[in-house]
């Protein structure tokens, strides 16, 4: 049980390993971030992206945000959407085709083992919590550090799993693009 439960974990922590070349992609619109005020002692934001409802940011103030963090912090918003919609295509156009995800038991899946997880049920992410995100950006990489609260059924094991990760963007004809490290 120990090592199901480790290697459900593993499949978890996949939100720290992403990468991506982008092909035909639709157009990104443009970012939009709506900010509340959360009741707690510590003033923490809470930041939404209308059009990912899956998906929520805390502990960020966007308006801190150059343009750059901001365009790499909606491609991690929308990355995290499409692994809740299971939009598979979404993901392949925000992924690198080389990419591969291993898992904390050891695991090595292709880009395309993991998307076919998804796709099947196997792992179903019903949201996405991103808390206390960094966002580091350096010329044409980028850094997005946060501790990931995933509500989720991973290969039968349903529940909200926190883990902290950090993804790897590359802007690649001006789009970014999720890469390995």
């Known amino acids: 049980m120990r090592k199901?439960?480790?290697?459900?974990?593993?499949v978890l922590l996949l939100l720290s390993a992403s990468c991506g070349r982008q092909e035909d992609a639709p157009e990104m619109p443009e970012a939009r971030i709506e900010t509340t005020e959360q009741p707690q002692e510590d003033d923490m934001k809470t930041c939404t992206f209308p059009e990912f409802p899956n998906?929520?940011?805390t502990g960020l103030d966007p308006a801190g945000l150059n343009e750059e963090e901001n365009a790499v912090l909606y491609a991690q918003a929308r990355y995290c959407e499409a692994m809740t919609e299971a939009d598979i295509d979404t993901l392949r156009a925000l992924t690198d085709e080389d990419k591969t995800?291993?898992?904390m038991s050891g695991l090595t899946q292709s880009?395309?083992?993991y998307f076919a997880d998804i796709a099947d049920g196997s792992l179903t992410y019903y949201s996405i919590g991103m808390e206390n995100p960094v966002v580091?950006?350096?010329?044409?990489?980028?850094?997005v550090t946060y501790t990931a609260a995933l509500n989720a059924n991973a290969y039968g094991a349903k529940g909200t799993f926190r883990m902290k990760g950090t993804h790897i963007?590359?802007?690649?004809?001006?789009?970014?693009?999720?890469?390995?490290?």
Request: hydrophobic share 35%; no cysteine.
């Open 101 to 103: 995800y291993t898992h």
């Open 111 to 113: 880009r395309e083992e």
């Open 55 to 57: 998906v929520t940011v």
């Open 169 to 181: 963007w590359e802007k690649r004809d001006g789009s970014w693009i999720s890469v390995d490290p």
């Open 4 to 10: 199901r439960i480790i290697a459900v974990l593993g």
């Open 136 to 143: 580091s950006v350096n010329g044409d990489r980028a850094e």
